[in-house]
C-alpha cells in the first residue's frame, strides 16, 4: 500500500484530535469551516478512498485464497500442465496473474449484484461459523460470456473447427466451454496431490 | 462541559475510530478485513457524521464554551 493514504489518515487524526481536545475552537469563525472540512470532507474523501483500495485488495488472488477453503483453488493455478485451463492462463499470463479469479469470475461476490454481494457475506460467514461444503460448486453453471470476453474475434478461437462449428451454441451458452468434450480440466482441486505443480518462473543467474 | 462541545467532541471522537478502523484494516488483505471496515468503520462514521450534521443544524454554539479571549 502507498504512502499516501496512510500519511491522509494520519493527517485526518491529527486534525480530529483538534476536536476531540479542544472543540470549543470548532464552534467560532474560521474554526467552524476547519472543522466542516476536517470533520466531514477530508474523512469523507479519505473514506472513498479506503473503499477504492479496499475493492483493488479483494481482487487479487492472496485475497481470495485468504480463506482456508479456497487455498487449494490458488493451488490449482500451478499445475503444470497446459490442459488445465485456469492454471495454464495464469502461468502464462493470459489473465493478470495477480487478480486471476477476478479475471474469470466477474460477477462473483463483491462484484455481482446485490444478491452476489450478500452471499459473499454467506460465504464469509460459513467460513468462520458454519461448516464449509466438502464440494464448493458455482451457484450457476460458468458462463462462456468470461471466456468470449477476451477468446472472441482471436485467430487461435476463429481458425478452431469446433468453434467455427459450434459458435451459437457456444455464444448462447448451450454449450459450455467447459463441457466435457471441450475443455473439461479446469481447477481439478480432488487431483492436486496426484498432479506436478509448477514452481514459478525461474531467473535466470549469470 | 457543555451538551454542544461534548456533541461536537463525540463526533470528533467517532470519525477518529472510523479512520483508525481504515488505516488498521487497509493493512490487512482479508475478507473479514473489509467487513471490519464497512461495518466498525461504516457505523463509527456514519454516526459521527450525524451527530456533527445535528450539532451544525439544532446545536448552539454558545453553549459550548467559546475560545478565551484575549485581554485589552
Known amino acids: 500500500m502507498g504512502i499516501l493514504p496512510v500519511a491522509s489518515i494520519l493527517v485526518a487524526i491529527a486534525l480530529l484530535f483538534v476536536g476531540v481536545a479542544r472543540p470549543q475552537v470548532l464552534t467560532h469563525g474560521i474554526g467552524k469551516l476547519f472543522g466542516f472540512v476536517s470533520i466531514m470532507v477530508f474523512p469523507l474523501f479519505i473514506v472513498f478512498m479506503g473503499t477504492s483500495t479496499h475493492i483493488e485488495h479483494s481482487k487479487t488472488v492472496a485475497y481470495c485464497t485468504s480463506c482456508h477453503a479456497m487455498e487449494k483453488y490458488g493451488k490449482s493455478l500451478t499445475i503444470d500442465d497446459p490442459r488445465y485451463l485456469p492454471a495454464a492462463h495464469v502461468q502464462n499470463s493470459r489473465v493478470p496473474r495477480q487478480t486471476a479469479c477476478f479475471a474469470c469470475h466477474t460477477t462473483y461476490t463483491l462484484y455481482g449484484d446485490l444478491h452476489a454481494k450478500l452471499k459473499g457475506l454467506q460465504h464469509v460467514w460459513v467460513a468462520y461459523l458454519g461448516t464449509v461444503p466438502e464440494q464448493i460448486k458455482l451457484y450457476t453453471p460458468y458462463n462462456n460470456r468470461e471466456c468470449l470476453h477476451c477468446h472472441d474475434g482471436t485467430r487461435g478461437f476463429e481458425d478452431t473447427s469446433e468453434h467455427k462449428k459450434e459458435r451459437a451454441r457456444i455464444q448462447s451458452n448451450e454449450l459450455s466451454c467447459l463441457s466435457q468434450s471441450c475443455h473439461p480440466n479446469v481447477h481439478a482441486v480432488d487431483e492436486l496431490a496426484k498432479l506436478k505443480l509448477w514452481s514459478g518462473p525461474t531467473e535466470d543467474k549469470e | ?72
Open chain 2, 1 to 72: 462541559m457543555s451538551r454542544s462541545s461534548l456533541l461536537l467532541r463525540l463526533a470528533c471522537a467517532l470519525v477518529m475510530v472510523a479512520l483508525v478502523v481504515e488505516l488498521v484494516t487497509l493493512f490487512w488483505s482479508h475478507p473479514l478485513s473489509f467487513i471490519a471496515f464497512a461495518t466498525v468503520g461504516g457505523a463509527a462514521l456514519g454516526i459521527g457524521l450525524l451527530l456533527y450534521l445535528y450539532w451544525l443544524v439544532w446545536g448552539r454554539p454558545d453553549e459550548a464554551a467559546a475560545p478565551p479571549r484575549a485581554k485589552e
